[in-house]
């Protein structure tokens, strides 16, 4: 059995324990499928911020000319447009040129920014030479993105002026800066009731644990039985007044499977009929790898604060690109405006040297505020380039009208699935939901699919997921993270499906059928 001080281990802190069995034989070589970080990236945006980067200090580098040291000035607005067309037409060809031509043009006919106006805010950004202003997100760059995220999200049901957003340092940050704000606002405290959905994340299940916060969790599991949705009965235990917060990752992590539109729907009239109170959190980061995704947020709007990285799609997790998306219509601000007297006056006293009307802030300029202790709130705010090159992602997106950049996303993680199956020996049931980034090998029901009833019983009963894992890492080199660190009910695994070749997940495949096959050459049907 595995050793008690490894069974509350975070699944990431367990897995470089695996690692280090995985790498320990030098004739093995190590298939790290334990992180989600993809292995493919968006091109053009990139090709983009590099012609803009260069257009931009070729204007820096108009003003104090006559200096020699490698001073640069400003960029100024006037005849910006002109002199970047000369550009472009000095640099016809290069990769990102016709991409930023086509930027300005759209931005101009289909959003009403003038040329120049977002060129200069472009170069700017790039050059990094002024604080984010205003701290949320620079104003031209924050109306792109919105467009982006309500097409993403929200199937344009929300519209951009009805939400306010926030860019942060990655949705690491975005979550970081939320409890902290609940916390710090009186809206969530010590021993109070929050609910999860499960699976989930991992780093969502130890959050409210960690002492400074010190929150009770309601477990509102998903069915792997029901293709990993969310049975109305467990849906109901949100009937419990004293829950305060519903917490999410949809599409889920790691089932890899989007709330369907049933689920959607009961959510939706049960928050409006009966818990209008609840604060509801979504964290739809792999919502571009589903088919028809619609966000928590479009369908509980006054309800919801949504968190989205560009991480995943864009293969950007090294850029720590995040937004937080609040309806300017919501819950949040409504629950602080009924807050008692006393936490209202030593709130206004938290908020006094931001505005003469604290108690008037909104919950997402507390966040702001919050996320720089207040009085470091006027040099708040996600780095100008990191904006940039948000903002160059989100266009590349909306200028391709056909999508193919998603198609050919979503269709290499679902290649990926069906080879890792077809190596193990089956193929799971389709499921039009199922988004594919992750896959969850079900210990007890693969032992049931290979070798019957008798032999999974028996597996289940001698060993547990994790030394099934553990056995894999340190036999075959492969690394996968125990499905129970995300709170799955069964012994399982989870397989990151972007980060390695088509050639790896078939081997990683076959050795998790060495492995069965190993532990079935054990059993005895008579024992």
């Known amino acids: ?125 790039f050059l990094g030479c002024n604080y984010p202003v205003p701290p949320k997100m620079l104003p031209l760059c924050q109306n792109i993105v919105k467009v982006y995220l309500s097409n993403q999200l929200c199937a344009t049901q929300v519209q951009i002026d009805q939400f306010d957003i926030f860019a942060t340092e990655g949705g690491t940050a975005a979550m970081t800066y939320l409890f902290e704000s609940l916390q710090y606002n009186g809206l969530l405290s010590k021993g109070d009731k929050i609910a999860l959905v499960t699976p989930i994340f991992s780093p969502y299940l130890e959050i409210p644990r960690v002492p400074a916060y010190d929150l009770n969790i309601t477990y509102i599991k998903a069915d ?21 917060l519903l917490f999410m990752v949809n599409p889920s992590n790691p089932p890899s499977v989007k709330m369907n539109d049933a689920f959607l ?27 028809d995704f619609r966000s928590i947020f479009s369908v509980c709007p006054y309800n919801t604060l949504c968190v989205y990285s560009f991480s995943k799609y864009f293969g950007a997790t090294g850029w720590r690109l995040g937004t937080m998306l609040l309806h300017k219509d919501n819950i949040f601000d409504s629950l602080i405006s009924k807050l008692s007297s006393s936490v209202k006056k030593r709130l206004s006293k938290r908020y006094a040297s931001l505005t003469d009307t604290p108690e008037q802030l909104t919950f997402i300029d507390r966040l702001v505020a919050d996320s720089r202790s207040v009085a470091l709130n006027h040099t708040a705010g996600l780095s100008t380039p990191q904006q940039l090159q948000m903002t160059l992602f989100a266009l590349a997106n ?7 950049y998603k198609a050919e996303a979503k269709r290499l993680i679902r290649r990926r699935h069906a080879i890792l199956y077809e190596a193990i020996g089956f193929l799971p049931d389709p499921d039009q939901n199922s988004v594919d980034y992750y896959a969850i090998i079900d210990l007890e029901q693969l032992a049931i699919n290979l070798y019957g009833g008798k032999f999974s019983k028996w597996l289940m009963k001698k060993y547990s997921g994790a030394e099934f894992i553990m056995r894999l890492a340190d036999e075959t080199g492969v690394v ?12 399982s695994a989870r397989v990151s ?14 050795a998790v059928k060495k492995i069965m096959d190993e532990f079935k050459a054990k059993f005895s049907p008579t024992k």
């Open 1 to 125: 059995m595995l050793p008690e001080k490894l069974r509350n281990l975070s699944p990431f802190e367990f897995k470089d324990l695996l690692i280090g069995m995985a790498t320990s034989h030098k004739d093995i070589m190590m298939l790290n499928a334990g992180r989600g970080n993809p292995n493919f990236l968006a091109t053009h945006a990139r090709h983009a911020f590099l012609r803009i980067g260069d257009f931009s200090l070729k204007e820096s580098e108009r003003s104090y000319s006559y200096l020699s040291a490698g001073f640069g000035g400003m960029p100024e607005i006037t005849g910006i447009v002109d002199r970047f067309d000369a550009y472009a037409l000095l640099n016809e060809g290069l990769p990102g040129i016709d991409f930023v031509r086509s930027v300005l043009s759209f931005a101009d006919d289909h959003l009403g920014i003038k040329k120049a106006e977002l060129l200069h805010e472009m170069s700017e950004a």
């Open 224 to 244: 792997e039985s029901q293709s990993w949705q969310v049975p109305k009965k467990e849906l109901e235990k949100l009937l419990d007044p004293e829950i305060k």
């Open 265 to 291: 729907q009961q959510l939706s009239e049960l928050v409006s009929k009966k818990r209008n109170d609840l604060m509801i959190v979504t964290d739809d980061v792999y919502a571009t790898f589903a088919n």
């Open 398 to 404: 909306i200028l391709d009208e056909s999508q193919n």
């Open 480 to 491: 996968l993270l125990p499905g129970k660190g995300f709170e799955v009910d069964h012994p």
């Open 497 to 510: 499906l972007a980060n390695l070749t088509e050639y790896d997940y078939r081997a990683i495949g076959q």
